[in-house]
């Protein structure tokens, strides 16, 4: 038993100091990746509008162009979530340790609040019992933000979405390329 108490502090440890690594690295993506994400739209929205406009007043038209738009915006947009993903990496650290303390603290009063509690009675044992139960769920719900969050980040954060990247900035890349072709083309014509 001694083993896991003393294995909880380091794990801790390991936590913080993963969390402080990963958010070093999003710190130095952050930048580059917004300025591929807007470029991107940037690329998308030249070549739709070289492509498209002015549109026809046809349905098929329409469509054609509303799904070219969203194809070339595609990259621009697995971009972004990836950028939205390294923001919230980058104050992961600071969440972490805020709300570890914060948890620590309020366990700590709701436990000095049952032992220091002398009630005599049987109900006011129970009452004394559901406030504590009720305090402690609170601390719960103050922390399933934070855990939510992360979640929603790991969820981002595994080897397809990093693949959608990757396949996102190589689109990208073709995009400028096509963009930059299609404006020469339409400068020459």
């Not at 549109?55 to 972004?80: C, E």
Request: charged content about 15%; aromatic content about 6%.
């Amino acid at each position: 038993m001694s083993t896991d108490a003393s294995s909880a502090p380091h794990d801790e440890g390991r936590l913080r100091q993963t969390a402080r690594a990963a958010a070093a690295l999003a710190e130095r993506l952050t930048t580059g990746v917004a300025v591929l994400a807007s470029f991107s739209a940037g690329a998308g929205l030249l070549l739709w509008g070289l492509l498209w406009w002015p549109p026809s007043g046809a349905l098929s038209s329409l469509f054609g162009a509303a799904g070219t738009l969203v194809l070339l915006l595609s990259p621009a947009a697995v971009l972004t979530l990836f950028y939205l993903g390294l923001r919230d990496l980058l104050t992961l650290p600071e969440r972490l340790s805020t709300r570890t303390a914060r948890t620590v603290e309020q366990s700590a009063d709701t436990v000095r609040a049952t032992t220091s509690e002398a009630s005599t009675g049987l109900l006011g044992r129970l009452w004394g019992l559901v406030k504590h139960v009720w305090a402690l769920r609170g601390v719960l719900l103050e922390n399933r933000a934070l855990l939510v969050r992360t979640g929603a980040l790991v969820r981002f954060a595994n080897p397809g979405f990093l693949l959608l990247v990757v396949a996102a900035t190589v689109a990208t890349g073709l995009l400028g390329a096509g963009a930059l072709v299609a404006v020469v083309a339409a400068w020459i014509l």
